[in-house]
């Protein structure tokens, strides 16, 4: 047999076998039996004829099926051959293949066969990969989920498996495949085994995502935007209707998808818009700005027209354009559009009939527009000012003046109370105030200056009168008060010898006629004599205070320590007296002042320090310096009966006495004394007080520049 599927040759094989006993039965009969044992008509065959004719047709068929089996094994041999060089060619040429992963997988899922894509995509060689199951190319987690057995049993079933989905290499990186599987059965139906084809789609299947994520985001951004975006096609059908839109006209996008854009239009504009549609395709701009046709007319749903803006675009998607519009209602802007309008004519009216000049001017200190009152003020037509400088309508002087304060007006960006003089155009002069403001543009550069002016040309000279009755009566007060200062002077000195003639002859009653009187005499000399020294004392005091007003004083370095060592000595004697401790600090710093005024204050201090000792308590005194704001602070502190708080403020004035004189004696000059000489070199006086507690009174002057 040449194969169990070879009919037809089988049937020729019968014909032939029929045909050669045809023959060999013929042959017999007429070569070898004799005419009663013919076969032919009219004969009687005998046995050795009919074991003749046996053996003739058996021989000649077995003849003839040796011959179709020798070309049975020929022809078999010669498919064999075609189809091992038809399977070695497709073996070569799977294995060649790079962009692919071509393999064979058993009925059991173990790799049976390897070619060069597979190893370039999954990184195994074949030595190590052949017999290994082939879901090491899946995921963990598909493994766990057994996805790998359950795609055999599909294709197993199927004939074929095929799906996208991530695959894993030999270093452990993922990519996304396409993967087919198709079963391979044998002649008997039984299953070989698989065919699995893999084809690396990781950059296609980015670019899809990273097209999606594009496309999910240009959603959400026409889904968010402000404004209403409409895109419509050819016909002008609605395609895109995102929130923005369903907010402004009232239409769900459900409703609106599809429909002609007409539906948002005002019925006497359809026609011109459907014009104007036509004519932006037909030319060669992708786009026309927000604005460019001015203000346009919506119509909601419940038939409400309002203003709005558009722009447009336009694009070809696969030979179809695409039309879209974006939508921004205006209406509030319009409102406010007249509101501002209506503010405008409001100042331009409060502007042009204000009493007050106003203008403005360029960079350049040129006019750029005045108001009326302006024009009044200085008798002039407006053509006769727009355009001009500020300063030629002023006096030579303030011309010169504004040219130079101009450039620091621009720099500060305002000016308040600049005085300038400008010339009448019919004669004469007005005095100005100028205040003004620089307007900028948001990137700062200059833009105008708004100038507000007033005439002060009265207010000026009566001011020009004022300091000058001023002028007048301080000199009359000069004057007035050096004759007080000299008459205070020359009267202490005058009453000062009756006081010295009236202490001398108390001094001679009492010693002369002292024992023949009575103690109430002796005790009005005694009070004669104290009137005196108190009255001495007083006038020595008003020649102090009286020369601090008067004298020039000029300044020098003095040395602190010096001026303390001083007044050491002079008060040597009262300080003994009263059993006092003075301590005086170890480094005193050098000061910028008089030094017999310096030495004046400080005695006046110590003294007053004595003075006001509670009784039977020794004088603690502490003089001190410290350096203070660019200044050095004398400080003399006591431990004295202290000053309550609310006579702190009036300490220093001239005849202010805190106590009663007979407790504490003195002028109450001593402290005014200190202010005043204080003040003459530049100074300050102060003093920090607690009643029980002593006080501690201090003089702040220039400090000594340091030596070269």
């Known amino acids: 047999m040449c194969s169990s599927g070879a009919s037809k040759p089988r049937e020729r094989l019968l014909r032939r076998g029929l045909l050669a006993?045809?023959?060999?039965?013929?042959?017999?009969?007429?070569?070898?039996?004799?005419?009663?044992?013919?076969?032919?008509?009219?004969?009687?065959?005998?046995?050795?004829?009919?074991?003749?004719?046996?053996?003739?047709?058996?021989?000649?068929?077995?003849?003839?099926?040796?011959?179709?089996?020798?070309?049975?094994?020929?022809?078999?041999?010669?498919?064999?051959?075609?189809?091992?060089?038809?399977?070695?060619?497709?073996?070569?040429?799977?294995?060649?293949?790079?962009?692919?992963?071509?393999?064979?997988?058993?009925?059991?899922?173990?790799?049976?066969?390897?070619?060069?894509?597979?190893?370039?995509?999954?990184?195994?060689?074949?030595?190590?990969?052949?017999?290994?199951?082939?879901?090491?190319?899946?995921?963990?987690?598909?493994?766990?989920?057994?996805?790998?057995?359950?795609?055999?049993?599909?294709?197993?079933?199927?004939?074929?498996?095929?799906?996208?989905?991530?695959?894993?290499?030999?270093?452990?990186?993922?990519?996304?495949?396409?993967?087919?599987?198709?079963?391979?059965?044998?002649?008997?139906?039984?299953?070989?085994?698989?065919?699995?084809?893999?084809?690396?789609?990781?950059?296609?299947?980015?670019?899809?995502?990273?097209?999606?994520?594009?496309?999910?985001?240009?959603?959400?951004?026409?889904?968010?935007?402000?404004?209403?975006?409409?895109?419509?096609?050819?016909?002008?059908?609605i395609v895109v209707f995102n929130a923005a839109a369903e907010k402004l006209?009232?239409?769900?996008?459900?409703?609106?998808?599809?429909?002609?854009?007409?539906?948002?239009?005002?019925?006497?504009?359809?026609?011109?818009?459907?014009?104007?549609?036509?004519?932006?395709?037909?030319?060669?701009?992708?786009?026309?700005?927000?604005?460019?046709?001015?203000?346009?007319?919506?119509?909601?749903?419940?038939?409400?027209?309002?203003?709005?803006?558009?722009?447009?675009?336009?694009?070809?998607?696969?030979?179809?354009?695409?039309?879209?519009?974006?939508?921004?209602?205006?209406?509030?802007?319009?409102?406010?559009?007249?509101?501002?309008?209506?503010?405008?004519?409001?100042?331009?009216?409060?502007?042009?009939?204000?009493?007050?000049?106003?203008?403005?001017?360029?960079?350049?200190?040129?006019?750029?527009?005045?108001?009326?009152?302006?024009?009044?003020?200085?008798?002039?037509?407006?053509?006769?000012?727009?355009?001009?400088?500020?300063?030629?309508?002023?006096?030579?002087?303030?011309?010169?003046?504004?040219?130079?304060?101009?450039?620091?007006?621009?720099?500060?960006?305002?000016?308040?109370?600049?005085?300038?003089?400008?010339?009448?155009?019919?004669?004469?002069?007005?005095?100005?105030?100028?205040?003004?403001?620089?307007?900028?543009?948001?990137?700062?550069?200059?833009?105008?200056?708004?100038?507000?002016?007033r005439d002060t040309t009265r207010s000026k000279q009566a001011k020009e009168e004022l300091e000058r009755l001023v002028a007048e009566r301080t000199a009359q007060l000069h004057e007035a008060n050096d004759n007080l200062q000299t008459f205070a002077h020359s009267a202490a000195h005058d009453l000062r010898s009756p006081l010295r003639a009236i202490r001398s002859f108390s001094d001679i009653a009492l010693a002369e006629c002292g024992p023949n009187l009575d103690a109430a005499g002796r005790s009005m000399l005694e009070r004669i004599a104290l009137s005196a020294d108190r009255m001495d004392q007083l006038l020595r005091d008003l020649l102090e205070y009286s020369e601090l007003s008067q004298a020039e004083l000029r300044l020098e370095n003095v040395s602190l320590q010096e001026a303390v060592g001083e007044v050491l000595a002079l008060l040597d004697r009262d300080l003994r007296a009263r059993g006092a401790t003075l301590t005086v600090a170890d480094r005193l710093a050098d000061i910028r002042g008089h030094r017999a005024t310096v030495v004046l204050l400080i005695s006046n201090l110590v003294s007053n320090a004595l003075k006001f000792m509670p009784p039977g308590v020794p004088p603690q005194i502490r003089i001190s310096a410290e350096p203070w704001e660019g200044c050095v602070r004398l400080l003399v502190q006591d431990n004295g009966i202290g000053i309550a708080p609310e006579h702190l403020g009036k300490l220093f004035g001239v005849f202010q006495r805190l106590h009663d004189k007979r407790a504490y004696p003195g002028t109450g000059l001593g402290l005014a004394i200190v202010r005043k000489g204080a003040e003459r070199m530049g100074g300050r006086v102060g003093v920090e007080s607690e009643v029980g507690r002593g006080s501690c009174f201090w003089v702040e002057l220039r400090a000594a520049p340091p030596a070269d």
Not at 35 to 55: N, W
């Open 249 to 453: 006209f009232g239409v769900n996008p459900g409703e609106a998808l599809g429909q002609d854009l007409s539906r948002f239009i005002p019925q006497r504009f359809r026609a011109a818009h459907a014009r104007h549609v036509e004519g932006f395709a037909s030319t060669r701009a992708s786009t026309r700005r927000m604005g460019a046709l001015g203000t346009l007319s919506g119509l909601r749903a419940n038939g409400e027209e309002f203003p709005i803006e558009a722009s447009i675009s336009q694009i070809e998607v696969r030979g179809e354009k695409l039309f879209t519009v974006i939508l921004r209602d205006i209406t509030e802007r319009k409102r406010a559009e007249d509101v501002l309008r209506q503010s405008e004519e409001r100042f331009r009216l409060f502007y042009e009939n204000s009493p007050v000049p106003y203008q403005s001017l360029d960079s350049e200190g040129c006019f750029i527009e005045v108001n009326q009152s302006f024009l009044e003020t200085l008798g002039c037509a407006r053509a006769e000012v727009i355009g001009r400088s500020f300063a030629e309508l002023m006096t030579p002087e303030s011309a010169a003046l504004f040219a130079e304060r101009f450039q620091q007006f621009k720099e500060h960006g305002s000016v308040r109370g600049a005085e300038f003089e400008l010339a009448r155009q019919s004669g004469g002069r007005v005095h100005i105030t100028l205040d003004g403001n620089i307007g900028r543009t948001p990137e700062g550069r200059f833009q105008q200056m708004q100038c507000v002016w």
């Open 21 to 237: 006993t045809l023959l060999a039965a013929l042959a017999a009969d007429l070569l070898f039996l004799p005419p009663a044992g013919r076969l032919l008509p009219g004969s009687s065959p005998d046995a050795l004829g009919l074991g003749f004719f046996a053996l003739m047709g058996t021989l000649l068929s077995l003849a003839a099926d040796s011959h179709y089996r020798a070309q049975c094994k020929a022809a078999a041999f010669q498919r064999e051959l075609a189809v091992q060089k038809s399977e070695e060619g497709f073996r070569l040429l799977v294995e060649d293949v790079k962009d692919y992963a071509i393999f064979m997988l058993d009925s059991e899922g173990r790799v049976a066969s390897w070619n060069k894509g597979a190893q370039r995509l999954k990184g195994y060689g074949s030595e190590e990969i052949l017999g290994r199951h082939f879901s090491c190319f899946y995921p963990p987690e598909d493994v766990t989920q057994g996805k790998p057995e359950a795609e055999l049993r599909s294709a197993a079933k199927t004939g074929r498996f095929e799906e996208s989905g991530w695959r894993v290499r030999k270093d452990g990186s993922r990519f996304w495949a396409d993967v087919f599987i198709t079963a391979l059965r044998d002649a008997g139906g039984q299953l070989a085994g698989f065919a699995k084809v893999t084809r690396d789609m990781t950059e296609r299947k980015l670019a899809e995502t990273t097209l999606a994520e594009d496309k999910a985001r240009l959603d959400r951004i026409i889904a968010s935007a402000m404004d209403a975006i409409i895109s419509i096609d050819a016909q002008q059908r």
